[in-house]
């Protein structure tokens, strides 16, 4: 009799499990509270403006971007002013939510590589980004200041980007 209450309460208790799994619908293609934020991988199309007049420099050009959940970013993009792949770094750094939940702020860093894989210096990436309500795209202004090899700020330029949230 005692081990055919056990089976019993094994078998119950496999039931009320499985019910529960099956029963409750799940999205696992993003995070939890991840749609509705930042986190994610972008698609991403960068260009230069004039910092004083807001005007295009320069073509547009793509970037991938990852907001990591735990508040750091990774990315990775080439600008269009005759570097190559070898002379540059990924970027990483930190991103927060601003006090307004569309609003978020990023800070990254990338190293810069001469012709003979020496370094010749880093951009810093300051940006705030609007996410559009759909929580599927983005806007950001961004501000890079680019430094020497000695860390010495040689100029800052301005910059536009628009995302698309890649799934």
Request: hydrophobic share 35%.
């Amino acid at each position: 009799m005692k081990l055919k209450n056990q089976i019993t309460l094994i078998i119950l208790a496999l039931a009320a499990t499985t019910s529960l799994a099956f029963g409750q619908e799940q999205d696992t293609s993003q995070p939890q509270n991840a749609r509705r934020s930042i986190v994610g991988t972008w698609v991403v199309t960068r260009h230069g403006v004039d910092c004083s007049t807001g005007n295009r420099l320069g073509p547009d050009f793509p970037a991938l971007m990852t907001f990591n959940g735990s508040g750091t970013l990774n990315a990775y993009a080439i600008a269009p002013d005759g570097s190559t792949p070898a002379n540059n770094s990924p970027e990483y750094g930190t991103w927060k939510r601003g006090s307004n939940p569309q609003f978020y702020h990023f800070r990254d860093i990338s190293f810069k590589y001469d012709g003979n894989g020496a370094f010749a210096g880093s951009g810093i990436i300051t940006a705030t980004v609007k996410l559009d309500a759909d929580a599927d795209s983005f806007t950001y202004h961004s501000t890079i200041d680019i430094y020497d090899a000695s860390g010495k700020l040689l100029f800052s330029i301005c910059g536009k980007a628009t995302g698309r949230r890649f799934e």
